[in-house]
């Protein structure tokens, strides 16, 4: 049996997706909770997490947020979400930024099943699946 390809769903500031000053965390969470309002609720919750604290960190450090990536997948993974931002600072995930930081990468650790940060060009991807 083969599996369904992924969904992907790509939210930008400068489009009409994600606005871009300090709500982009807040509409990356709404646009979440719409596309995968069929997950079970503590798997959403999960998400919402994730995609509230990859956005919040690329933010924590001065950095603009370019794009959001939602990708639904068939099971085990329901989700991976990607943040595309332009660092002001290395992420949190590289370099510690304090107490705040290192409780996000703590949920960030409890709630994924897999993730991690990665150069792009100038930008940085930080990435969680769940």
Do not use: N
């Not at 509230?52 to 794009?67: P, Y």
């Not at 290192?102 to 792009?120: H, I, K, P, Y």
């Amino acid at each position: 049996m083969g599996h369904a390809p992924p969904a992907i769903v790509t939210l930008r500031p400068s489009c009409d997706d994600l606005p871009s000053d300090g709500l982009v965390g807040v509409e990356a969470r709404r646009l979440t909770a719409r596309i995968f309002a069929d997950l079970s609720p503590a798997r959403l919750t999960d998400l919402l997490l994730l995609v509230d604290e990859l956005v919040t960190d690329a933010q924590r450090h001065g950095s603009r947020v370019r794009e959001v990536h939602l990708c639904r997948f068939d099971m085990p993974v329901a989700a991976h979400v990607e943040v595309i931002s332009t660092p002001a600072a290395t992420p949190s995930c590289a370099a510690s930024a304090g107490a705040e930081a290192e409780w996000g990468r703590l949920l960030v650790e409890d709630v994924a099943t897999a993730w991690g940060v990665q150069r792009e060009g100038d930008d940085w991807m930080t990435w969680a699946e769940v």
